[in-house]
């Protein structure tokens, strides 16, 4: 089975600190993508890579950025925290298009509180 | 540009009642169409997808979709709900050649007994 570790379920951090989140797949997928979720929202994307130290724009990219320096591993960045980011964040990883027909697999999440 | 519908943010069910959550997809191209769910605490799990072979698809769980191109719908249904099907549902499109996925908002399936 495919599998997307998040390094952390739960994350409490304060105002203006610089805010790491990790994910690893297990399945040698050239995609990785960062979602945010929010209630009544769904889940809207920040930033994807579909490479190597290659990245996208994706809605939502303000006040985030990301680092893939291994084709396994993909980090959000948070530069300085506010509380409106505040949010669930989910990872996830696909092959590229035209395998399996971009099925992505979602880690399970973390749950980010900024105070 | 594509974007998906989900009609109502909550449906509520009797247990051994049918379901139905609704989802209706924009798009210029022939679309990939998928159905995720979430259960409490949990990350997407793959329910189902459409990708141009047969328009009715089956998935985990009992769950299938029909891929009705004049409607430009998709919906999920299920012909007896079980307790354990309380979850939220995002229905998602794509297309041919795209990474990224276009996530509807979500639609909370609530179970009663």
């Known amino acids: 089975d495919v599998k997307v570790t998040q390094s952390s379920r739960y994350l409490v951090k304060r105002t203006g600190e610089k805010v790491f989140l990790e994910c690893v797949q297990d399945?040698?997928?050239?995609?990785m993508f960062w979602y945010r979720q929010d209630p009544g929202l769904g889940l809207r994307l920040i930033y994807f890579?579909?490479?190597?130290?290659?990245?996208e724009k994706g809605d939502i990219p303000e006040g985030y950025s990301v680092s893939r320096e291994k084709k396994e591993r993909f980090s959000l960045i948070l530069e300085s925290a506010s509380t409106n980011q505040t949010s669930m964040y989910l990872c996830?990883?696909?092959?590229?298009?035209?395998?399996?027909?971009?099925?992505?697999?979602f880690g399970a999440g973390t749950r980010l509180s900024v105070l | 540009a594509q974007s998906v519908t989900q009609l109502g943010s909550h449906v509520s069910v009797s247990e051994g009642a049918l379901v139905l959550l609704r989802c209706n997809y924009s798009?210029?191209?022939?679309?990939?169409l998928f159905w995720y769910v979430q259960y409490p605490n949990q990350g997407l799990q793959l329910l189902l997808k459409?990708?141009?072979?047969?328009?009715l698809v089956k998935g985990i769980n009992g769950f299938e979709a029909e891929f009705k191109k004049s409607e430009t719908s998709f919906h999920l249904t299920k012909p007896s709900a079980h307790m354990s099907d309380a979850a939220e549902y995002f229905c998602?499109?794509?297309?041919?050649?795209?990474?990224?996925?276009?996530f509807g908002k979500g639609t909370m399936l609530l179970v009663s007994p």
């Open positions: 399945m040698d997928h050239e995609n």
């Open positions: 998602a499109v794509t297309r041919l050649g795209y990474s990224t996925l276009t």
């Open positions: 996830a990883s696909s092959p590229r298009p035209g395998d399996t027909k971009n099925i992505q697999y």
């Open positions: 890579s579909y490479d190597v130290k290659m990245k």
């Open positions: 798009s210029s191209v022939p679309p990939y």
């Open positions: 459409y990708t141009s072979a047969a328009t």
